[in-house]
């Protein structure tokens, strides 16, 4: 399965080019002509992986002519309406060690509410002085699910995508326990780059995981140092709950926030983060 599937700015589904992995624009095809509107809905695509497939050749570029180009900017989150967004948090020893915290005993869940979600190159909207960054591999649910086994958790993805949970920590650490939910779901807290198929990944268990601020690298890390990888994270969830095409997960953040070196984010600093093969977000601090 090939494909890069993304939204634009006003929520109609289309298929990208590898454009914006190293450039500023990416050609775009529009889902619901290319499939005779069947696929004109995101969560209709993402849960059609083989429709999907069908309509790219082996690089994941989409057959026959683009209907144009777009930069980060002109795009709105991969998936815009999800059932669920899950976040995990402190599935790093390094990051658990920089906020000097105890490691878990079980996975920490909390949600991000699908109001937060945003575009790659969306505005971030700050909330006082202490909002942070976190770049996270988030994992995308391709098909209905439950009582998954590790060994098929990769097979229920509709694929992977590079996001920020931006986080409040003000309002995350107000009352003991945390307002964790609640910290990360303001509006434009979750920029949300294009749904990446695993079959253009090298390795899904190990990627890079990059965040800079104007220019400067803060976090650089690989998801293969997560405490729970992705097939332990999606299986744990789905003993709980069924997962539905669409859903999101925010598989955790590395060592270098904002917060433990007094360096949160400040009004009009850029803030770049990326995972090398899977997405690109350019997300400006007003």
């Known amino acids: 399965m090939a494909y890069r599937l993304s939204t634009l700015a006003d929520g109609r589904p289309v298929l990208l080019d ?158 003991d326990p945390p307002q964790f939910s609640l910290g990360k779901s303001h509006d434009t807290f979750g920029p949300l780059g294009p749904v990446t198929s695993l079959d253009l990944v090298d390795d899904p268990g190990d990627l890079k995981l990059l965040c800079s601020v104007d220019g400067e690298m803060r976090q650089d890390s690989h998801t293969s140092l997560m405490i729970l990888g992705v097939p332990d994270l999606i299986a744990y969830l789905s003993e709980v709950c069924t997962l539905e095409p669409g859903d999101l997960v925010f598989t955790g953040t590395p060592e270098g926030v904002g917060a433990p070196q007094g360096r949160c984010l400040e009004v009009g600093q850029l803030v770049e983060s990326e995972i090398p093969g899977v997405g690109r977000l350019a997300n400006r601090c007003v």
């Open 18 to 175: 590898e454009g914006l992995l190293e450039g500023d624009r990416a050609r775009w095809w529009d889902l619901g002509r290319l499939s005779d509107g069947r696929l004109a809905d995101p969560l209709d695509a993402l849960a059609d992986a083989a429709g999907l497939d069908a309509l790219t050749d082996a690089a994941g570029v989409p057959h026959g002519d683009p209907d144009g180009e777009v930069a980060l900017g002109d795009l709105g989150p991969s998936v815009p309406r999800p059932r669920k967004v899950f976040g995990i948090g402190m599935n790093f020893v390094a990051h658990i060690a920089e906020m000097g915290r105890a490691a878990p005993a079980i996975p920490v869940i909390f949600t991000k509410w699908p109001n937060c979600l945003s575009g790659p190159g969306s505005d971030i909207v700050l909330v006082g002085d202490r909002t942070d960054y976190e770049v996270e591999l988030v994992a995308v649910i391709g098909r209905t699910c439950r009582d998954l086994d590790p060994s098929e958790v990769w097979d229920a993805l509709a694929g992977v995508a590079v996001g920020q949970d931006v986080s409040d920590r003000a309002l995350q650490l107000a009352s």
